[in-house]
Nanobody, 124 residues
Framework: QVYLVESGGGLVQAGGSLKLSCRASGRTFSTDLMGWFRQAPGKEREFVAA????????LYADSVKGRFTMSRDNDKIEVYLQMNSLKPEDTAVYYC?????????????????WGQGTQVTVSA
């Protein structure tokens, strides 16, 4: 089992920044990939970004490319999502997820473990 705890959400004005953190614990050695997803009210959960525990490759949704940056700290077993130039449409609950699948993946079904989520609200 892998446990994920997100933090860093909050209320910010459009154009502002927030940094989300996700701390992983448990059998983290069984995972290869970490991702961030989000779910806005009335919408399905969608992929935001992904990073592997090894290597330098990251993957982003087109809607956040150039504004969001995902990074990791292998010693702390944490991943982060730096969100800049936030827009009202970025408002959502943001979830951290871990996958045992090798390689960068964007589908929810490829992820095995999920955090509880953290609310991000961007005001106009």
């Amino acid at each position: 089992q892998v446990y994920l705890v997100e933090s860093g959400g909050g209320l910010v004005q459009a154009g502002g920044s927030l940094k989300l953190s996700c701390r992983a614990s448990g059998r983290t050695f069984s995972t290869d990939l970490m991702g961030w997803f989000r779910q806005a009210p009335g919408k399905e959960r969608e992929f935001v970004a992904a990073i592997r525990w090894s290597g330098d490759n990251t993957l982003y949704a087109d809607s956040v490319k150039g504004r969001f940056t995902m990074s990791r700290d292998n010693d702390k077993i944490e991943v982060y999502l730096q969100m800049n130039s936030l827009k009202p449409e970025d408002t959502a609950v943001y979830y951290c997820a871990a996958s045992k699948v090798r390689g960068l993946r964007t589908g929810e079904r490829d992820y095995d473990y999920w955090g509880q989520g953290t609310q991000v609200t961007v005001s106009a």
